[in-house]
């Protein structure tokens, strides 16, 4: 009995190790959650390449509502911008926005034995539905393949529930 349990709470525990380290294997946001109206900074972690070779180029979409996005430069990358307009007028402080950055594209090396991290700056605007998810569909292309890390969970669904789950940031009413 006391043996059993013992082995019981090991492997709890391992599972409990296990699971944040298989979650950051994917393509994630390392942090989940943004509030309306506020900055967010996007930090897209990238854990592993395509099939254990090296990653060449990361994609990542900008989901609507995100808006004055800025892509961080990284040393040793080329990184493009694809700019188009936005799906509605967004009104800041100072301007009205009409167009920005959709799709943000870096071209260089990360060995699959190595981690990285991809980062845009940008405003949660204010229209975006409270306690909704947005999606930063990614992909990543490799010296052997690809990862598309684009698949949005149907209703009911979770991420964990498929095999490429597109990184999901939750958004939140400012608390008053
Ligand atoms: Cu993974």
Known sequence: MKISNAIRTTVSAALLIATPTLAFAHA???VKQA???ASYKAVMRIGHGCEGTATLKVRIQVPEGYINVKPMPKAGWKMETVVGKYAKEYATEHVKL???VKEVIWTGKLLDAHYD???LT???DGSVAPNSTMWFPTVQECEKGFNRWIEIPAAGKSPSDYKEPAPGLRV???AN
Do not use: Q, R, S, Y
Request: negative net charge; aromatic residues 6%.
């Open 172 to 174: 939140v009413a400012p």
């Open 117 to 119: 991290e991809f980062v």
């Open 28 to 30: 994630t946001l390392e």
């Open 35 to 37: 509030t309306l109206k």
């Open 98 to 100: 009409t167009e920005g």
């Open 122 to 124: 940008g405003t949660i």
